[in-house]
Each structure stands twice: as C-alpha cells, then as structure tokens.
Nanobody
C-alpha cells in the first residue's frame, strides 16, 4: 500500500507562482505524474518524470511548469510559474507501484485576480 498526499495549492494572481509537493509513504523508483482536473473537464496529465529523471509536459504548461522528484523517491514536486486562469484546477499526484496506481486527495489551485 502506498499513501500519497499533495500540498501547496492556493489562490494566486495571474503571473504568480506556486510549488506543489506530493509526499509518498514509501520510496518509489518508477515514474511519477502530476494530473489536474478543472471544473467540468476531464482529468489531464500535466507532467511526467521517469525513473531516470526524464520529463515531459502537456503543451499548455511547457516552459512554465517544472516537475522534479526527491532523490529518495518519496516525493515529487511541481513548480508552477507564470500561472494563468486556465491553470485553475485540482492537482493530483499519481504514483505507480507494483502495477497499481495510487492517488492523493488533490490540492486546489485557483488563479484569479
């Protein structure tokens, strides 16, 4: 069993920054993802980091968001800069371990003036 908990969300003005954190209850060496779900929309993959540190991003956040992971494998982060109102969503960390997906409860990000 793996427990996952996100934190770091909040209300920020357009152009601002937030750093999301995802704590994982045990070291995970596999890929880690950040997803988001805006009201009335499907959950979408925002950023991915592989076991070796390779990263990929959805087009709408490229150049603004950076995913990273703790060396110990027990946390993953999402640095979000130049935030836009369209980034408003609940953000979720996804952990794959032993063939199962584990999700946290999410953290809410609201970008508004």
């Amino acid at each position: 069993q793996v427990y996952v908990k996100e934190s770091g969300g909040g209300l920020v003005q357009p152009g601002g920054s937030l750093r999301l954190s995802c704590e994982i209850s045990r070291p995970v060496l596999g890929p880690l993802d950040w997803y988001r779900q805006a009201p009335g929309k499907q959950r979408e993959l925002v950023a991915f980091i592989s076991a070796t540190g390779s990263t990929s991003y959805t087009d709408s956040v490229k150049g603004r968001f950076t995913i990273s992971r703790a060396a110990a494998g027990n946390a993953v982060y999402l640095q979000m800069n130049s935030l836009k109102p369209d980034d408003t969503a609940d953000y979720y960390c996804n952990v794959r371990f032993n063939g199962f997906d584990y999700w946290g409860p999410g953290t809410q990000v609201t970008v508004s003036s």
